[in-house]
């Protein structure tokens, strides 16, 4: 693990990240942020595309996130990534978002332009490109249920999925008010005359065992945007008999094999856990930020020998 710098170190001023060798010029921002795996294939990505640069990890509180990346600027960064949980203090801070970062209300990389700041999200599209990596087949052609559509990760995948026109997207949450106000959000990009059978394309029901058994047989893809799973005494998130071998399963927890994993496994399903989204929404970031391809190669060693 590299050493985490405070934001204190950025909001003092001065030419401390300048002076490190290589001088830091990009980093992450978050709370906490020591476990964050970006340094790892950002670091190699530097290098291996021969840019005079390192990305560091900034523990930033979120009181402190506005002075923070208003200090981006005169410390010299190119940018920087942004995690849990100031990707909303990001939006408000920048001079500028680009729309899908509106729409999803938090930004993830952020751009230094002489002095202002530009907000982005590679979120959503980072997770499609692990889709389509993982098993070949595009978000916008599949019947989506998302467990955990309240959250920051989901909202971005909600939002990803609605721009592309998923086939049908059933957005699940604990708290089920919110997955509603989001469908409600969201139903304008599911209004075409794409005739997909008797139900809604766009539909938010809560964690309820029939509900989620009668939508999981109109789908394809079940993605786990919330952070059940980290811990191997996490409970399982949906019982393991709703499971079945046509289905594939994606979790954006990238800690280990998840119970839903192994689940969804033992089902005969198609399974993949978050690293790839990590490495694709790291990969875009680095586009964003040098307008040029991502060594992902690199990035990916990286990252595998890191895990
Ligand atoms: P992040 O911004 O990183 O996505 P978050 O905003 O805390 O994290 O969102 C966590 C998501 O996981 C939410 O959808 C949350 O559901 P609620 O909106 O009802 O809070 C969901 N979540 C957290 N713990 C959960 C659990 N034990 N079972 C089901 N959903 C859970």
């Known amino acids: 693990m590299s050493t985490n710098y405070s934001a204190d170190d950025l909001i003092s001023g001065g030419d401390f990240f300048s002076r490190l060798s290589p001088p830091a010029r990009l980093g992450v921002f978050g709370d906490p942020v020591v476990h964050s795996k970006s340094p790892v294939f950002h670091n190699a990505a530097l290098k291996a595309a021969g840019i005079d640069a390192c990305y560091v990890k900034i523990h930033v509180p979120v009181e402190k996130a506005a002075a923070a990346f208003r200090a981006l600027p005169a410390a010299g960064f190119i940018g920087a990534n942004v995690t849990t949980p100031l990707k909303a203090a990001a939006l408000a801070t920048v001079d500028e978002a680009d729309g ?28 499609a490109r692990a889709i389509r990596e993982e098993f070949f087949v595009d978000l916008r052609d599949l019947r989506v249920v998302l467990l955990g559509a ?17 086939e049908r997207l059933v957005l699940v949450n604990r708290t089920v008010e919110k997955a509603r106000a989001l469908a409600a959000e969201l139903a304008p990009s599911f209004r075409s005359d794409r005739l997909v059978g008797p139900v809604e394309r766009v539909q938010a029901i809560g964690f309820d065992e029939a509900a989620l058994r009668e939508q999981l ?3 394809d893809l079940v993605i786990n945007a919330t952070s059940v799973g980290m811990r191997r005494t996490d409970p399982p998130l949906i019982p393991a008999a709703l499971l079945t071998p046509n289905l594939m399963v994606y979790d954006t927890v ?11 496994s033992a089902a005969g399903a198609k399974v993949a856990n978050g690293l790839g989204m990590l490495l694709h929404q790291g990969a875009l970031s680095f586009e964003i930020w040098f307008n040029r391809p991502a060594p992902l190669d690199v990035m990916r060693r990286a990252l595998g020998e890191a895990a």
């Open 217 to 219: 047989a109109h789908a």
């Open 254 to 264: 990238y800690a280990a094999r998840t119970r839903l994993l192994e689940d969804a």
């Open 100 to 127: 899908y970062a509106r729409r999803c209300g938090s930004v993830n990389t952020v751009v230094v332009q002489d002095d202002r700041l530009l907000g982005f999200n590679t979120d959503g599209p980072g997770l």
């Open 150 to 166: 309240g959250g920051g990760a989901g909202r971005a995948i909600a939002v990803q999925c609605a721009m592309e026109s998923c």
